[in-house]
């Protein structure tokens, strides 16, 4: 399955959300329970380091950045979203996001990956593993959704490249 990985723009919004709803349709995807709009959803990203995953021109999975701070301290921290479309699930999609969007990172300087990974997902807890995220905490209750607590663990990736300093 020959596919491409390409910056987001706001053409690909269509398939990214319906992308975005399937995955909040597992319930292990995430606290969203709603699909923002594009502008809601472009603020609340980092402009750099949105990616999609192009089969035969039509997207079926994606990746982004979320800051996690407005401290110019944690200039260099983000949380990372990636998304499969339902059908293309196991075929390395995800894995080729994540491997991309840290590569981009890296390239803008960033020095820590995080990820909040519903304990449930573990599809999505082995990429983030395979690709140097350790586990370094678990959030009891962190949220509720649909009237229920859900616990996620916190993974984080250090770039190679701070760790060289």
Request: net charge positive; charged share 30%; with cysteine.
């Amino acid at each position: 399955m020959k596919t491409s990985i390409e910056p987001m723009n706001p053409s690909h919004w269509e398939d990214v959300s319906t992308i975005y709803a399937e995955g909040i349709q597992t319930g292990n995807a995430t606290f969203q329970l709603v699909i923002p709009t594009w502008q809601e959803w472009d603020k609340d990203h980092l402009k750099k380091c949105r990616l999609v995953c192009l089969f035969e021109g039509k997207v079926i999975g994606w990746a982004a950045l979320t800051p996690v701070s407005g401290r110019c301290v944690y200039a260099g921290l983000a949380e990372v979203s990636v998304y499969v479309a339902e059908r293309f699930r196991g075929k390395k999609i995800g894995f080729q996001l994540l491997e991309q969007l840290i590569k981009e990172s890296e390239d803008e300087n960033f020095w820590t990956l995080q990820s909040g990974i519903f304990p449930e997902n573990s599809g999505s807890i082995k990429i983030h593993e395979k690709l140097g995220f350790r586990i370094v905490g678990f959030r009891e209750k962190i949220g509720k959704m649909n009237g229920k607590w859900r616990d996620t663990l916190l993974l984080e990736r250090r770039s190679k490249r701070i760790e060289a300093d």
